[in-house]
């Protein structure tokens, strides 16, 4: 029996009760997405691969829902996964011409523990090449264009996995965030996304691009269905080595008297400045969200994190060191692309020229540069001096406020083509987001309203920051914004 | 500033070819980060310590070996080079 359904309103809780009634099947359910699918990627281009073992996954969760057995939440959910996290017997390629072929052998940690919630893996999502970009304009196999205008771009590097989810072609999906990398284009979408606390997902088969940096984190329609994504794929793994079980957070929580910061460096509230250039429409929808969250009883704090204005800086210089060290492993010996030379010198200059993009060579010979003798002190110790000044620097803001709060990004989604030729400017659009991965914080974008230009409306994101492993607060205070502005 | 003779020797450390045209594009392109990134001279931090990871060597007991060879046919079939089992590379001079 099917009904129609309206996939812009459904949520995880609702599909799941529908699911658990018997009033839509989990392969009805996938069917609707798959026929969006159909219709949408020709323009968008959010997917590099569409799974031909959705329905065959779908059939399983029914065959068990038919049995009486009891499901989770998460099952038959049709979600899209970044193309940088390994499933077993599939293509993951990073969106780079390095790995085209290469096929996973071995499920992350992320995708275990939803195979256990048996959720149904729609298909491999479109990325910046190696997580590499704002804009998923250097993925090695085309961009994704933005739902809400095809000539601008959907963020980025998880622009892919941003668009699928705005454009209805999947309820959810995971991303990964090295310095935005979910935030940005989920802003740019109009959709949530959520990168945890450094340590609170396991990085395991997620391609590494910047150890330190790097975290796994969902996007979806509602905070809820971000959190309940989240508590799915976080936990202490032994593989990982850098994940943490944290000692519980029952921190109380209570809108009257919340103390919300606005750095001054982000979001001057006097609108006299401030480091990046703010959109006017941006800036007033941000404005519009600080008034409503002061009527409804928060305590907003103007604050100063003089650190700020050098987090962009030492964010890379330490990324890239950090991704020169990552992608030395592509060499083309024991998988991926390979392009012999005459000798094994050759063997490798051929494979990684071949098989890398600009943005990619670019930032492996910038990693390369910061960290080579003469310049290894004046440029890596010292970002991570100015990193280790950033953290103290929220740490006694933490003590003064609960949460911080700034737009996503400066401006709405720009236009395809516009920010490549300085790499620069592509830079800049991670200037509000970067700070949380240098810092280890969680933080949240939500979208929060839109921006005019040329006639269309583009999404702005309004960002949440709460202290390390505080991400209740971040649900807590999304959820209410969410539900009530 | 960085010279093309720099670009080449990162090129050359960091194995990856550079066409000259590429070569030159990318030189344009660090000096331009470099300039972006040369901010960082200003910040006072000498008396800062290095950020350092909060966990250290994290290791597990050496026990419990996986079963020898249990996952050597499905790594060895994406060998690009190949023979008689072993993985292929040139000579190493």
Same mark, same amino acid.
């Given at each position: ?485 | ?19 000259? &045209? #590429?070569? @030159?594009?990318?030189?344009?392109? +660090?000096? !331009?980060? %470099? ?6 001279? =200003?910040?006072?931090? &000498? #008396?800062? @310590?290095?950020?350092?990871?909060? +966990?250290? !060597?994290? %290791? ?6 996986? =079963? ?26």
């Amino acid at each position: 029996m099917i009904m129609q359904i309206d996939l812009s309103g459904l949520t995880i809780k609702k599909a799941h009760e529908s699911l658990q009634n018997g009033e839509i099947s989990c392969c009805e359910l996938l069917s609707f997405y798959q026929a969006n699918i159909k219709k949408r990627e020709p323009d968008l281009h959010a997917f590099l691969e569409i799974f031909d073992d959705a329905y065959e996954q779908a059939e399983k969760v029914d065959e068990k829902i038919k049995n009486g057995q009891k499901v989770s939440m998460l099952a038959g959910i049709p979600l899209a996964i970044k193309d940088n996290m390994l499933i077993t017997g599939k293509k993951c390629s990073a969106g780079s011409k390095m790995l085209e072929n290469y096929t996973a052998v071995y499920d992350a940690a992320v995708i275990e523990k939803l195979k256990k919630e048996d959720l149904v893996f729609v298909g491999r999502t479109n990325m910046d090449e190696f997580a590499m970009g704002s804009s998923t304009e250097h993925s090695a196999f085309g961009l994704t264009k933005n739902p809400y205008d095809k000539e601008r771009v959907a963020g980025g590097s998880s622009g892919g996995s941003a668009a699928a989810v705005a454009g209805q072609e999947c309820l959810a999906s995971l991303g990964s965030d090295t310095g935005g990398s979910i935030r940005q284009p989920a802003a740019f979408c109009g959709v949530v996304g959520m990168k945890p606390t450094y340590g609170m997902v396991s990085r395991r088969g997620l391609m590494a691009m910047a150890s330190s940096l790097d975290q796994i984190g969902p996007f979806a329609k509602t905070v809820e269905d971000v959190e309940i994504i989240f508590n799915a794929i976080k936990g202490r793994d032994p593989a990982d080595s850098t994940t943490v079980e944290p000692s519980i957070q029952n921190s109380k929580f209570e809108i009257k008297n919340l103390r919300i910061g606005v750095p001054m460096e982000f979001f001057p509230l006097d609108a006299s400045g401030g480091m990046a250039g703010i959109d006017a429409d941006v800036y007033k929808n941000t404005q519009q969200a600080i008034d409503f969250l002061k009527n409804a009883g928060c305590e907003i704090k103007e604050i100063s994190i003089p650190s700020l204005e050098y987090s962009l800086a030492a964010y890379y210089i330490l990324m890239p060191a950090e991704v020169s060290s990552n992608l030395s492993r592509y060499d083309g010996i024991r998988y991926g692309f390979k392009k012999g030379g005459k000798d094994l010198f050759g063997d490798y200059i051929n494979t990684r020229e071949g098989g890398f993009g600009r943005e990619a060579s670019r930032r492996i010979l910038l990693g390369t540069y910061v960290l080579s003798a003469g310049y290894y002190d004046a440029y890596y110790t010292k970002a991570q001096k100015v990193r280790r000044l950033i953290r103290d620097d929220f740490k006694k803001v933490f003590n003064e406020v609960d949460i911080i709060l700034s737009p996503t990004t400066p401006t709405p989604a720009f236009k395809a083509g516009e920010r490549m030729a300085d790499p620069v400017e592509m830079y800049m659009a991670d200037i509000f987001t970067i700070p949380a991965n240098l810092t280890g914080l969680p933080a949240i974008s939500l979208p929060n309203g839109f921006c005019e230009k040329d006639g269309k409306r583009l999404p702005s994101g309004l960002q949440l920051m709460a202290p390390w492993f505080e991400e209740g607060r971040l649900f807590r205070l999304g959820k209410y914004f969410e539900n009530n502005f | 500033m960085i010279t093309k003779k720099e670009i080449k020797k990162l090129s050359e450390l960091a194995r990856v070819g550079l066409a000259d &045209s #590429e070569a @030159e594009k990318l030189q344009k392109d +660090l000096v !331009n980060i %470099l300039d972006f990134i040369s901010k960082l001279k =200003e910040a006072q931090v &000498s #008396e800062i @310590e290095e950020e350092m990871p909060e +966990l250290r !060597n994290v %290791l597990r007991d050496d026990e419990s070996p996986h =079963e020898s060879a249990e996952n050597t046919a499905i790594l060895m079939k994406q060998v690009p080079d190949q023979e008689k089992g072993y993985v292929k590379v040139k000579k190493i001079r």
